[in-house]
């Protein structure tokens, strides 16, 4: 799995780099609704919650309380705290919130880095009300050809290869009783153009980029800008995988 440690620098580079803008979550926000029915009076525990953008959505689509957890301290200090969206120390794996607290939880491009995925699974039993659902946002082995790295920097995909995949994360699910309900690929829409994704990309923020060598990168890099050039009112469309479970 993909380690990563983040510095001050590195979470708002995080934050500048990687947070979609709100417009380009549209299918995100319909299927997220479609499959956990959220709303006032609700709790949504947000796994992994880097610098918050996510729960800040969530806040303000469906109008639920949000518990952010994120153990990377630079990362819980950019989340957007408020009366509804508490941010709280800590891992997936030994979740620091009561039994029974939670209306859904949700893990968003953080599925790679938990160490063990059953006592994950164990933690959510304990935490989520019952028939609550784990809404998984992640790209996995075989199904990421359309995430735009994967289009422009073709090698990230041996990395992906490295993540769990569907198969592995439903069977250590099972384990805690949890059963797949669904598996969506959903568009986002990362930047208005490929130019605008091409100027917004910062490698030092992005894990399967900070691993491509250097020519790999340069060749992603020029296959992008071509791109931009021959398409320059094409916009910057990646897709990725919404794994439900219950
Ligand atoms: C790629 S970021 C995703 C952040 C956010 N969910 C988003 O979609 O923008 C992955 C986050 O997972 C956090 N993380 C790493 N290991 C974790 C663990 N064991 N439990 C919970 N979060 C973890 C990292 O600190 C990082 O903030």
Known sequence: MTGTTYDRQAAEDYRAAREIPRSGLEAWRTAVAAAARLGPGMTLLDVGAGTGAFAAAF????GVEVLAVEPAEAMRA??????????????????PVEDGCADAAWFGSVLHYLSDL????????????????????????????????????PETARLVDAYPSVGQVCTAFATAGFQQMSLRSLPQRSAPTLDAFA???RRDADSKLRALSDEDYARGLARLHAAAAAAPTEPAVSWMDLLVLS
């Open 118 to 153: 059953p006592a994950v699974a164990r933690e959510l039993r304990r935490v989520l009300r019952p028939g609550a659902p784990v809404l998984i946002r992640n790209a996995f082995p075989g199904r990421c050809d359309r995430d735009l790295r994967v289009r422009f920097f």
């Open 78 to 95: 950019l989340i957007p705290v408020s009366a509804a969206i508490r941010a709280l120390d800590g891992r997936a794996e030994a979740l």
């Open 199 to 201: 100027r917004g990309l």
């Open 59 to 62: 806040h303000d689509w469906y």
